[in-house]
């Protein structure tokens, strides 16, 4: 069970009362999503810009980190920085973290920065890299060969994220839109020794669909409420 940018169901994505939310209330794990500000720290926020969370115009690459720690999100908030983030979680939790690279060629200074911050702390296995752009992914595999990704992807996206970046990169993981998720697809998958991550879902028919399926992660809005569908469908 990971929480999707947290708890946002509950708390403000991307914060550490959202990912504090998630580990109380079960989550196995958390999602988040990274980028770089304009001095080069790793930065957790999922938009390229402050508009919709701080209603500011400013992008995230062209504020420094101390700009960045004057803003002020909803309730108070604060964006955290991605060693925060590991530090509150601490070593027996599962973080998957998210390259945001919008553009195909973006992310070419986030994937080894990224890559660098991970071997440094060693995290081994409990961080997993994933991105859906291709070109990201490769440049974090090119960096950092023995962490795990995973390539995500979604409905209506080119064929070559699906199937001809996934034997090139040769990720760990696939991250599907719950969509595009089958029976005959997870076998599929499974067989080709990939773990099957998908995103995201809430609602409680998704959630037990997916499980009888055998999927390896559930990603979702409010990993709490999830734990509780499937819980029911167990005791009956």
């Known amino acids: 069970m990971i929480g999707h940018r947290g708890a946002m169901a509950l708390e403000l994505e991307n914060t550490l009362a959202a990912f504090r939310r998630a580990r109380a209330d079960g989550a196995d794990g958390v999602e988040l999503d990274v980028c770089r500000c304009a001095t080069g720290e790793i930065v957790v926020f999922h938009d390229d810009d402050l508009t919709r969370l ?5 992008r995230i690459r062209d504020l420094p980190l101390a700009a960045l ?26 973080v998957n973290v998210e390259l945001k690279a919008t553009a195909l060629f973006h ?3 986030l994937a080894p920065a990224v890559a660098a911050l991970l071997v440094r702390r060693g ?4 961080v ?28 209506g ?14 990720p ?7 969509v595009l998720v089958t029976a005959a697809r ?51």
């Open 54 to 58: 701080a209603g500011r115009k400013e």
């Open 69 to 94: 720690r004057e803003v002020r999100l909803a309730g108070g908030q604060t964006i955290p920085l991605l060693d925060e983030v590991l530090d509150e979680l601490g070593d027996d939790f599962l």
């Open 107 to 109: 992310g070419q200074r």
């Open 123 to 126: 995290t081994g296995e409990r």
């Open 128 to 155: 997993l890299v994933s991105s859906f752009n291709p070109f990201a992914l490769a440049r974090f595999r090119l960096a950092a060969p023995a962490l795990p990704s995973a390539l995500l992807f979604e409905a």
């Open 157 to 170: 996206s080119h064929f070559f994220a699906r199937a001809d970046a996934r034997r090139l990169l040769r």
């Open 172 to 178: 760990r993981a696939l991250h599907p839109e719950r």
């Open 186 to 236: 997870v076998e599929a998958w499974h067989a080709a020794g990939y773990a099957v991550n998908v995103w995201t879902v809430n609602e409680p028919a998704e959630l037990l669909r997916l499980a009888e399926l055998g999927v390896d992660g559930l990603v979702t809005n409010d990993p709490g409420a999830a734990r509780r569908v499937l819980a029911g469908q167990s005791a009956s």
